[in-house]
């Protein structure tokens, strides 16, 4: 609640006696909240102690409609990325805005945006910005570990693209080098980190031909996409992560996936990620064997 929406209601002095007897906790200049939604430790700033929604919330009665969500409590809002309580606050707000950072709230100005369409979008009832900046703007604030998975999920999930994403990228980006890479990657097909991983240091080389990545296959009813095909010898590679190991039933969907591409002609290769991560030369030199046999 900011002040002036309280002062339509009630008198200055029953919105100072609330402030005093503690029932109201300032958590922004002139945005109060009630003093029950405080939780955590009392030397935290007070927006560190509310959840991220009503931290969220208040953030943006503190701009009164001057800004917009963005970075990582964009991608929050995105469903992307969980932002933990006590994490900051971002907002992008016009250059010239007189809104400035404080404890647990960033506010970035920028130039030529406007708090309002095209630059902001609407989800979940609050203004963001829009997706490929807010992931952009992320790259450079989540720890190296921590970058990859949210754009490669918006990806899959088809919420941008990576022609998209490579349009947000700025010039001085921190990092800009290295998102680069992965939009390439993402661009030419990989879909998880293990294929960017395979993609990089395991597939490639003069020995091996270029390989189509995400090729949809349709057998009968059913539809299938192929991490990595081999198109004139007919080879599927599929590069199995860590989580199929150990579960029977994805183990069983595999194999009547792999009997369905055999009666079309197409022989399916699966490496783990314990041999694509242990020994890369190894796996290259045997889809180069696997091809020319093939092409035998």
């Not at 002062?7 to 922004?28: D, I, K, Q, S």
């Not at 931290?55 to 503190?62: E, T």
């Not at 002609?265 to 020994?279: A, D, H």
């Amino acid at each position: 609640m900011t002040r002036a929406r309280a002062l339509e209601v009630v008198p200055p002095w029953t919105l100072r006696r609330a402030y005093r007897n503690g029932w109201l906790r300032r958590v922004l200049p002139a945005v109060y909240v009630e003093d029950s939604l405080l939780a955590g430790p009392e030397s935290a700033s007070l927006l560190a102690r509310v959840t991220p929604e009503v931290a969220r919330r208040a953030a943006l009665a503190y701009a009164d409609g001057r800004a917009a969500l963005s970075a990582l409590t964009a991608l929050d809002v995105y469903g992307l990325r969980p932002q933990p309580a006590g994490e900051p606050v971002y907002l992008d707000v016009p250059a010239g805005v007189g809104l400035r950072s404080r404890t647990n709230l960033v506010v970035r100005h920028r130039t030529g945006f406007a708090a309002g369409p095209p630059h902001v979008v609407v989800r979940r009832g609050v203004p963001v910005v829009r997706l490929e900046e807010a992931l952009a703007h992320s790259w450079p604030l989540l720890p190296e570990e921590s970058r990859i998975g949210p754009i490669v999920r918006a990806v899959n999930d088809r919420m941008t693209t990576a022609s998209r994403l490579r349009s947000a990228i700025a010039p001085k980006l921190t990092g800009r080098a290295a998102l680069s890479a992965l939009v390439d990657r993402l661009d030419v097909g990989c879909r998880s980190p293990l294929e960017i991983w395979g993609h990089d240091r395991v597939f490639t080389g003069p020995e091996l031909p270029v390989l189509m990545r995400q090729v949809r296959v349709r057998v009968g009813k059913r539809t299938m996409y192929l991490d990595l095909f081999a198109e004139e010898e007919r080879v599927n590679i599929e590069l199995d992560g860590a989580t199929s190991h150990g579960d029977p039933r994805q183990r069983e969907i595999d194999l009547r996936r792999d009997a369905l591409l055999a009666t079309v002609g197409i022989l399916v290769v699966r490496f783990s990620q314990r041999r694509l991560v242990r020994e890369p030369d190894e796996v290259r030199r045997e889809t180069s064997a696997i091809l020319a046999g093939r092409r035998r």
